[in-house]
């Protein structure tokens, strides 16, 4: 039996592929080597699924993923954010916005922007074929001729759609296998690279902050003693570095290879400049006879105040009114910067995305066709694009899953 369209990998872009193709009245065989599709899809956004960011304006939202994004520009027209979000509302999903104008279902439930998947895919009658491993593509002149699965089956279709994702993550089924077919198959692969990643950090006193979750912290970016970036939002401290929202954005611009002389300044109390917050601080210990580990209470989060407190090295038990200007000066600084060595980023296992993957100059940006093989087309991750945390990288998929999956099927040519 030959198919219209056989797409490999059921992630979002696979899946919204297969949905956007099937509509249309293509016969599609959607293949997955897990035993169901959309495992990574469910584990977005804390199981909730940040599913995209309601920035409706193609430009402003081009302008946050960086400058290659700009090959996005024709596919948003055809298919962005707003119209991802009727798309969803459409099929019965409500969704709500939450800060910095991340989407999430209403229900707070991946598992239900995966249902809304499912369910399409069964009324247009897509063939979905769980644990079936594609192992290769074979190639005839400029085309795919046929899929092989690791078990020896035979896939054939008139078009291709690749959506295998990048590699992280590998355990929900993200190995990176597509690279190495397109490389196969004459495409450029800019080198892959973990991305929105965790910190390790060098300090040995980091432990000691784990679970430490702060709200509207400033990270700033030091190569050596010259500032590269800075920017304010959540991080949470981990058993060897840190995490959250702000990390991760953060560490869109940190290259593995560099770490040399790379040092992060976590600044605690960012509304309060050196001055204000000293003058408070003097405060509230020139107000208390009590210990000065007690007296930090209501100043500081404990985990903070046991660390800053040994990294200053005041004897905690202090009577408060007899810290002297230095030390409190100490403690201020450690407060408004407090200084961590970049050990190195956590790799692929602990990384979000995948930065790299197929080069952007080898794909239709109005249809995502290879522009080495005729009848392949390419969406998702495995796109050289990727973007910061909010729902923009599910956005890459639903707009080029769609695209892919439209073009494919409008496609005559071949
Ligand atoms: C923990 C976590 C949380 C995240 N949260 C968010 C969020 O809230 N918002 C957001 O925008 N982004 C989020 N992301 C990023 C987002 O999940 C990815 O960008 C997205 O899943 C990529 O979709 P994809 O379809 O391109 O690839 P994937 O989701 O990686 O799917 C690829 C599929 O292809 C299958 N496959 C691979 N090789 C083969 C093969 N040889 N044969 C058959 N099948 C194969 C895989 O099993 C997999 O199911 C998160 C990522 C992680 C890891």
């Given at each position: 039996?030959?198919?219209?369209?056989?797409?490999?990998?059921?992630?979002?872009?696979?899946?919204?592929?297969?949905?956007?193709?099937?509509?249309?009245?293509a016969?599609?065989?959607?293949?997955?080597?897990?035993?169901?599709?959309?495992?990574?899809?469910?584990?977005?956004?804390?199981?909730?699924?940040?599913?995209t960011?309601?920035?409706?304006?193609?430009?402003?939202?081009?302008?946050?993923?960086?400058?290659?994004?700009?090959?996005?520009?024709?596919?948003?027209?055809?298919?962005?954010?707003?119209?991802?979000?009727?798309?969803?509302?459409?099929?019965?999903?409500?969704?709500?916005?939450?800060?910095?104008?991340?989407?999430?279902?209403l229900?707070?439930?991946?598992?239900?922007?995966?249902?809304?998947?499912?369910?399409?895919?069964?009324?247009?009658?897509?063939?979905?074929?769980?644990?079936s491993?594609?192992?290769?593509?074979?190639?005839?002149?400029?085309?795919?001729?046929?899929?092989?699965?690791?078990?020896?089956?035979?896939?054939?279709?008139?078009?291709?759609?690749?959506?295998?994702?990048?590699?992280?993550?590998?355990?929900?089924?993200?190995?990176?296998?597509?690279?190495?077919?397109?490389?196969?198959?004459?495409?450029?692969?800019?080198?892959?690279?973990?991305?929105?990643?965790?910190?390790?950090?060098a300090?040995?006193?980091?432990?000691?902050?784990?679970?430490?979750?702060?709200?509207?912290?400033?990270?700033?970016?030091?190569?050596?003693?010259?500032?590269?970036?800075?920017?304010?939002?959540?991080?949470?401290?981990?058993?060897?570095?840190?995490?959250?929202?702000?990390?991760?954005?953060?560490?869109?611009?940190?290259?593995?290879?560099?770490?040399?002389?790379?040092?992060?300044?976590?600044?605690?109390?960012?509304?309060?400049?050196?001055?204000?917050?000293?003058?408070?601080?003097?405060?509230?210990?020139?107000?208390?006879?009590?210990?000065?580990?007690?007296?930090?209470?209501?100043?500081?989060?404990?985990?903070?105040?046991?660390?800053?407190?040994?990294?200053?090295r005041?004897n905690?038990?202090?009577?408060?009114?007899?810290?002297?200007?230095?030390?409190?000066?100490?403690?201020?600084?450690?407060?408004?910067?407090?200084?961590?060595?970049?050990?190195?980023?956590?790799?692929?296992?602990?990384?979000?995305?995948?930065?790299?993957?197929?080069?952007?100059?080898?794909?239709?940006p109005?249809?995502?066709r290879?522009?080495?093989?005729?009848?392949?087309?390419?969406c998702?991750?495995?796109?050289?694009?990727?973007?910061?945390?909010?729902?923009?990288?599910l956005?890459?998929?639903?707009?080029?899953?769609?695209?892919?999956?439209?073009?494919a099927?409008?496609?005559?040519?071949?």
């Amino acid at each position: 039996m030959k198919y219209d369209i056989a797409i490999i990998g059921g992630g979002p872009a696979g899946l919204m592929a297969a949905v956007a193709s099937s509509q249309l009245g293509a016969k599609v065989v959607l293949l997955e080597k897990n035993p169901r599709p959309g495992v990574k899809l469910l584990l977005t956004g804390g199981g909730r699924c940040n599913l995209t960011n309601n920035l409706s304006d193609s430009r402003a939202f081009i302008s946050r993923l960086g400058s290659k994004a700009k090959f996005l520009f024709s596919a948003l027209t055809r298919f962005g954010v707003a119209d991802t979000l009727e798309f969803f509302h459409a099929l019965g999903l409500k969704t709500k916005v939450e800060n910095d104008q991340r989407v999430f279902p209403l229900s707070n439930k991946a598992e239900d922007v995966l249902a809304v998947f499912l369910a399409e895919l069964k009324k247009y009658q897509v063939k979905v074929e769980t644990q079936s491993e594609v192992k290769k593509l074979v190639k005839k002149d400029q085309h795919i001729e046929k899929i092989i699965l690791t078990d020896g089956r035979e896939i054939e279709a008139d078009k291709y759609i690749l959506a295998t994702g990048g590699k992280s993550y590998p355990q929900t089924g993200s190995s990176g296998d597509g690279y190495g077919w397109l490389k196969q198959l004459g495409h450029t692969v800019i080198s892959p690279a973990p991305s929105l990643t965790p910190l390790i950090v060098a300090e040995s006193f980091i432990k000691d902050l784990e679970g430490l979750s702060v709200e509207a912290a400033k990270l700033s970016l030091y190569q050596g003693a010259k500032k590269i970036t800075s920017a304010q939002g959540d991080i949470i401290f981990t058993a060897n570095g840190l995490s959250g929202p702000l990390t991760l954005d953060l560490s869109r611009q940190i290259d593995a290879g560099k770490l040399n002389d790379l040092f992060i300044e976590v600044d605690f109390m960012p509304l309060s400049d050196l001055e204000s917050l000293d003058k408070k601080l003097q405060q509230v210990l020139a107000a208390s006879s009590k210990q000065v580990k007690n007296s930090l209470d209501n100043f500081v989060l404990p985990k903070l105040k046991s660390v800053i407190l040994k990294l200053s090295r005041i004897n905690p038990e202090k009577k408060s009114n007899l810290i002297s200007r230095q030390e409190r000066l100490s403690l201020v600084k450690l407060i408004k910067g407090l200084r961590l060595k970049i050990k190195s980023l956590a790799g692929f296992e602990r990384a979000m995305i995948t930065k790299g993957g197929v080069a952007l100059n080898e794909v239709e940006p109005q249809t995502m066709r290879s522009k080495k093989i005729n009848n392949l087309f390419i969406c998702g991750e495995i796109l050289d694009l990727d973007g910061p945390t909010g729902g923009f990288n599910l956005q890459i998929c639903w707009t080029t899953g769609f695209v892919a999956g439209q073009s494919a099927q409008k496609d005559k040519s071949f």
